[in-house]
T-cell receptor, first 114, second 108 residues
């Protein structure tokens, strides 16, 4: 089974800190995504990457950056954490071979910025 | 109006009941996904559809491309089916646009 692993389930950070959220997948998928999920707003795309060192902005990239130095790892960076970035963050990768399922999601990181 | 609308937002059923969750969308799509999210946050992909119908165990997903509508059915529902079910459409490239989800509670 494809696995998408997010490094932390829960994180508490202080306002102004630089925060790194790590995501690793083990099936050689080209496409990887970072979403945030908030009550009443659903899942929204922050950034995605379709290859190593390639990235594209999603719908809400402000305050975030990403890094994809290796195919299996896609990092989300909060340059200077703010309280409005308190959220659930979900990483996903896409199987372009398109079996029955396509996307595989990580377990999520619940980030609290205080 | 959201591009992806789900109904109902909340659904409570008794164990054993047949359940239907609906999804309507307003944009051209390459595929539609049904996802399941349990408390604690992890999301599991249930189905990816571009036409017709798919079945996996007690779950059935259908899509009508002309009507821009999909349904997720659960037969013989069980308390362990309690979760949030999310419809998402794949539009340009590999991006997904999500519905707000349907909270399903199945009581024993």
């Amino acid at each position: 089974d494809v696995k998408v692993t997010q490094s932390s389930r829960y994180l508490v950070k202080r306002t102004g800190e630089k925060v790194f959220l790590e995501c690793v997948q083990d099936m050689d998928h080209e496409n990887m995504f970072w979403y945030r999920q908030d009550p009443g707003l659903g899942l929204r795309l922050i950034y995605f990457s379709y290859d190593v060192k390639m990235k594209e902005k999603g719908d809400i990239p402000e305050g975030y950056s990403v890094s994809r130095e290796k195919k299996e790892r896609f990092s989300l960076i909060l340059e200077s954490a703010s309280t409005n970035q308190t959220s659930m963050y979900l990483c996903a990768s896409l199987d372009r071979g398109l079996g029955n399922y396509g996307y595989t999601f990580g377990s999520g990181t619940r980030l609290t910025v205080v | 109006k959201n591009e992806v609308e789900q109904s109902p937002q909340n659904l409570t059923a008794q164990e054993g009941e047949f359940i239907t969750i609906n999804c309507s969308y307003s944009v051209g799509i390459s595929a539609l996904h049904w996802l399941q999210q349990h408390p604690g946050g992890g999301i599991v992909s249930l189905f990816m559809l571009s036409s017709g119908k798919k079945k996996h165990g007690r779950l059935i997903a259908t899509i009508n491309i002309q009507e821009k509508h999909s349904s997720l059915h659960i037969t013989a529902s069980h308390p362990r089916d309690s979760a949030v079910y999310i419809c998402a459409v794949q539009t340009s490239g590999s991006r997904l646009t999500f519905g707000e989800g349907t909270q399903l509670t199945v009581n024993p």
